[in-house]
């Protein structure tokens, strides 16, 4: 589990102004401690803000990571010919059905193809019980608009200079 810290070694990388500074222009080069609080407005601000270890190891920091510890882990070093050094043979396990699981099985179905029969005949018109109903026109008239009248404004004479 890594801790959370409040100051952390950084540097910036990205050539601007970084207004949360003071509004010194970047990159910020040597590694500087800052509080976490201040890391945060870095982010915010959008810039490449980077931890520095004591090694000189570099973690690139982002919202997720920028109050945690960086921890560095070591790999373990191993030499060929250990038995550290040789990974295990991995073998998928064998998969076979419960034995009270019968496998599906399935049967051919017979389908016939079929033809419109040619004493068949296809109704093409309405049935003879349907009477056919037209509509009647009908008057419409047609609406009419009474005469708009328009205002004037009177029009004062000019005057004379």
């Known amino acids: 589990m890594s801790a959370q810290v409040e100051f952390k070694k950084i540097i910036i990388t990205d050539a601007r102004q970084i207004i949360p500074m003071g509004g010194i ?13 201040k890391i945060l407005e870095l982010l915010q601000h959008g810039l490449t803000v980077i931890e520095v ?18 921890e560095e882990v070591e790999a373990p070093i191993v030499q060929e010919g250990t038995p550290e050094a040789t990974a295990p043979e991995v073998t998928e396990p064998e998969t076979t059905p419960p034995a009270d699981v019968e496998e599906p099985t399935t049967t051919p179905v017979d389908v016939e193809e079929t033809t419109p029969d040619a004493d ?21 008239e047609e609406p009419t608009t009474a005469p708009v009248e328009t205002a004037t404004t ?8």
């Not at 270890?53 to 960086?70: D, H, M, R, T």
Request: charged fraction near 25%.
């Open 120 to 140: 068949v005949e296809e109704p093409t018109t309405a049935p003879a019980d349907v009477e056919e109903t037209t509509t009647a026109p009908v008057d419409v």
């Open 154 to 161: 009177p029009t004062q004479p000019k005057k004379k200079r």
């Open 53 to 70: 270890s004591e090694s000189g190891k570099q973690n690139p920091l982002n919202f997720a990571n920028y109050n945690i510890l960086f």
């Open 25 to 37: 222009t970047g990159p910020v080069r040597q590694p500087i401690a800052q509080p976490v609080k």
